[in-house]
């Protein structure tokens, strides 16, 4: 979606782009900027070359079978059932590139490339491609560049035997690329020491959305409404402000206090979602709250203007957080843990409140410190999406990165 709408600013600014989809099709909540474009790295082959050395050998038409969109998003919905092992061996073999069993999807790849014409520059939308970076900057000439969009996470979670050497091997192609693209200083530097990269090989360019279709609510809720957006899932800690919700409403200082849910939820998150609503329901207040699931960008916007204060718990330093940035444009104060990219945000934008992530009862403080004050919260609110349209939308940001990245690349071919 970020990159989408990046995609689709550029293009109304005169450049030519093609986002190339890899792994799955691009799931979006907007039109899609360069729809029709085939599939590389599709899930489905990736696992059977990884697996079966048949199938590093089989016909082209055989392989675009397996990159149906609609067979691919059938295998996204089941992606919850792949084993820990697997998913660290197919890490590796993706990561080893050229080098590896996935050898036929890398000429692919380039095979594209020469095919339909050499770009001025390739953009990698995470740095877990740059294992393909590589080898159409060598084979190209060209420069190539990759976003840094919070691999970490991912990374880290492998098990220990793949863990080392993702790294490892990350590392050293990342090394061979012209640079990075940070969305936030604090996960630029984080990347420089767990890369082993010169810091001057990373630039700062932060996630952007599209302002057209975005107008705050200029007045307050009709009863006060707390929100979340964000993938419906523990690691964004949706349950914490379930938690928190229910203790508010215990405490009973809001009349009519409810909360709304929304966002990106697969068949893996489910049971995690059904066990919220079941806790929910035994403390009474399932009428008191609404799940939204998958929405799309209308009802993203329409959904967030009519909260009193927006929050995701996130559990883990987070690299940017579009769904910030999303919510500040709607002119809706934040609640957010003083972990990852966050405080960067918060403090830019003066666009809500920063609680101790190591101590849930922080969490309720601040949710209710803006509660209380509800002409102050709604002021913070529409000043935040103030500096948002100056700092933080794709009309600027775009220009920004082509004045700062792109031009430079052009003027020294």
Not at 83 to 102: A, C, H, Q, Y
Not at 209 to 225: F, K, R, W
Request: proline content about 6%.
């Amino acid at each position: 979606m970020r990159d989408n709408s990046l995609a689709k600013q550029l293009i109304s600014n005169g450049h030519e782009v093609t986002m190339l989809p890899t792994y799955l099709p691009h799931f979006l909540d907007e039109e899609n900027a360069t729809p029709d474009q085939p599939i590389f790295f599709g899930g489905i082959n990736v696992y059977l070359q990884h697996k079966f050395s048949f199938f590093r050998h089989t016909p082209k038409w055989l392989d675009k079978t397996f990159d149906n969109k609609w067979l691919l998003r059938k295998a996204a919905a089941k992606s919850g059932m792949t084993s820990s092992k697997d998913l660290g061996e197919i890490t590796l073999s993706t990561f080893r590139g050229e080098d590896g069993p996935l050898f036929k999807e890398v000429n692919k790849v380039l095979d594209w490339f020469k095919t339909h014409g050499s770009p001025d520059v390739l953009f990698l939308s995470t740095i877990m491609l740059a294992g393909i970076g590589k080898v159409i900057k060598r084979e190209l000439k060209i420069p190539v560049f990759g976003f840094l969009q919070g691999e970490d996470s991912f990374l880290d979670s492998l098990l220990p035997e793949y863990r080392s050497e993702a790294w490892k091997l990350l590392s050293a192609d990342v090394s061979l690329l012209d640079g990075c693209i940070a969305p936030s200083q604090y996960f630029g530097q984080l990347m420089v020491e767990r890369l082993g990269l010169e810091s001057n090989s990373v630039s700062f360019h932060p996630n952007g959305i599209t302002m057209d279709g975005i107008h705050p609510a200029e007045n307050l809720p009709a009863a006060p409404t707390l929100g979340y957006l964000a993938r419906l899932s523990p690691l964004k800690g949706l349950d914490l402000l379930v938690d928190a919700f229910i203790q508010l409403k215990d405490e009973d200082k809001y009349e009519g206090l409810t909360l709304r849910i929304a966002g990106g939820m697969t068949d893996e998150d489910i049971p995690y979602v059904d066990e919220q609503r079941a806790k929910l329901t035994k403390a009474g207040l399932v009428d008191c709250v609404t799940i939204m699931p998958n929405i799309s960008r209308k009802e993203k916007f329409e959904f967030l203007k009519n909260l009193s204060v927006f929050s995701v718990p996130a559990r883990y330093p987070e690299a940017f957080g579009l769904y910030v940035i999303e919510a500040l444009a709607a002119g809706i104060p934040v609640v957010l843990p003083n972990i990852g990219a966050f405080p960067e945000i918060v403090n830019a934008t003066d666009g809500g409140r920063l609680y101790r992530s190591e101590d849930p009862n922080s969490l309720i403080e601040s949710l209710d410190e803006l509660l209380s004050q509800p002409a102050m919260s709604k002021s913070i609110g529409l000043k935040a999406h103030d500096f948002v349209i100056k700092e933080y939308a794709n009309e600027r940001l775009s220009k920004r990165l082509v004045e700062n990245v792109l031009s430079p690349i052009m003027a020294n071919q």
